[in-house]
């Protein structure tokens, strides 16, 4: 059997997420007659409210909600930790949720929702209509952090990543480079596209033929798909939207016999710890991942106070955008 959820609760008592979220954790707030239409539902389905969540709800102090596809990667730790140490500031509890499988997003974000949380800090940039329809049913302030919402409904914090990616590309062609390849992934990330369209641009402003190739993070799947690249073409620039996979073309280019950088430039978009650990060392687009997810922290907390104050939220939010820059290391000429 199947485990009842809240949205099965919500659904069958005909009231919002909120209401039943409230009914949980602040019975007060809720009318009575409201209240007790939720309470006989949760009874006659059986339905558990997840203990840590509740516990978290219960607690005074403002709790945010983190939610990432997952932490493996390093730069995603690093924005933790920098939304972390500006939560602390605050004297703000967080509590992250974790899930990459789109099809456990309802369940997930029905998890969110039952931890009464007082605000979102979003961190999933592999948006799907079911996920937005999630969103327009949160009842707290959201933010995207590091990702884009395609609305302008959401506040997002990012770097001009368009920009960015246009800049580089531009560099590298004003240093007489024309074989420039871009490296993206199979997922289709919001800021990853913007990277793509950034480096088209600067290519067909030169006439130039883009040539981008598209692989997993995975690095058993992205080592076979860079050495059927690099037994076919040697490009004088590879640019990946990973510092991780631009490594792993670095490498498998090295293991061919071309020399990096005098044979093949190679350029990351992270400049992770990774970047300065590899031999040789990483050129980079640095991402500020910490300030962002400072940043990201900060402009929540005031869109929580504007909240709890009853004031309503604006209908539309330009993006927040946090200044880069480019690390030139022994990777490029």
Partial sequence: MNQVKIYDIAGAAGVSLATV???????????????????????????????????????????VAIVVPRITRASVAEMIQGIDDSAKKYGYTLRLFIGADTDLQRDLWGDVIASSVDGILFMNDEMTPETYNLLQKTPVPVVFVNAISQTSKYAS???????????????MIRRGNKKILFISTEHKYTVND???????????EHNLTPDIIYSSGDLNINEKDFSDYLDKKVPEVAMAVRDSMAISFMNLAIKKGHKVPDDVQVIGFQNTRYAVLANPKLTCVEIPIYEIGTKAMSFLTELMKQNGEGQKLQKEYPNIYVPYQIIWRESTK
Avoid: D, F, W
Avoid at 37 to 52: F, H, Q, S, T, W
């Fill in 194 to 204: 913007l990277k793509q369209k950034g480096y088209e641009r600067a290519m067909r």
């Fill in 21 to 63: 979220s409230r009914v949980l954790n602040h019975p007060e707030k809720v009318k009575e007659s409201t209240r007790a239409r939720v309470l006989k539902i949760i009874k006659e389905k059986g339905y558990k409210p997840n203990a840590n969540a509740r516990g978290l709800a219960s607690r005074r102090s403002t709790t």
């Fill in 157 to 171: 914090v990012v770097i001009e990543y368009e920009k960015c990616a246009y800049e580089i590309t531009k560099e």
